[in-house]
């Protein structure tokens, strides 16, 4: 979770909580198979019961971070892509940190629920969607790619209700939630296939065993 005086230490989004920041192979969605560099943010307001993050959802865990130290870290390698994640991002200011990047000719990816607002420079908006906190039309309409996880059959009517609020060139994904891949992915291959407009997502890092 996160409260004002979190905010009040971050000195206008010069400094994040940052949980962790680290060189990877994305493993879902449209750039899955992607090298580049993660930094990963605490604090959520969301709170999916399955997330496989939660370690990520109390900011007070994570003393807020210079922008410049993680930035410096983030350029030394040679990745030319950046995903900004969480927890969920959208909590913080973004435009120091996604400034910095932007200064080192680096791409910037975000991965959000969409709940709030948009800040920053970003290159590609990975929207994953959540029913007790619906996206915003603003990030619905700026999104590239909508990711939408699926815990049981009729989380693809939500998939759906989304699909039809994004722009005409949103890439669609549907990703099996991670304990129920056995169970839940014939149905996703069926109705992609009877679909087509849809792709399908898996985590791919977790059967490489990687972060």
Not at 54 to 67: E, G
Not at 74 to 87: E, L, M, N, R
Not at 88 to 98: H, N, S, V
Not at 185 to 192: G, I, K, R
């Amino acid at each position: 979770m996160i409260d004002n005086s979190i905010h009040e230490l971050l000195d206008g989004g010069r400094l994040l909580p940052l949980v962790e920041d680290f060189y990877t192979i994305q493993g879902e969605g449209y750039h899955a198979g992607k090298p580049a560099y993660f930094i990963r943010l605490g604090g959520c307001d969301v709170g999916c019961r399955w997330c496989d993050a939660k370690f990520t959802w109390n900011a007070r865990l994570y003393p807020p971070t210079p922008v410049e130290e993680i930035v410096a870290r983030a350029a030394a390698f040679p990745a030319q892509a950046i995903v900004i994640t969480g927890g969920e991002p959208t909590l913080y200011p973004l435009e120091p940190l996604t400034a910095a990047l932007k200064a080192k000719g680096l791409a910037i990816f975000i991965e959000t629920s969409g709940s709030r607002p948009l800040s920053g420079s970003i290159d590609w908006v990975c929207l994953s969607p959540k029913r007790q906190q619906p996206p915003l039309r603003e990030v619905l309409e700026r999104a590239d790619e909508l990711k939408v996880i699926v815990e049981r059959a009729d989380d693809i009517v939500w998939a759906e209700e989304n699909a039809s609020r994004v722009g005409e060139c949103c890439r669609l994904y549907l990703q099996p939630e991670w304990s129920r891949y056995e169970t839940i992915t014939p149905t996703l291959v069926a109705y992609a296939k009877a679909h087509p407009q849809w792709n399908l997502s898996i985590q791919t890092h977790k059967f490489m065993h990687i972060p």
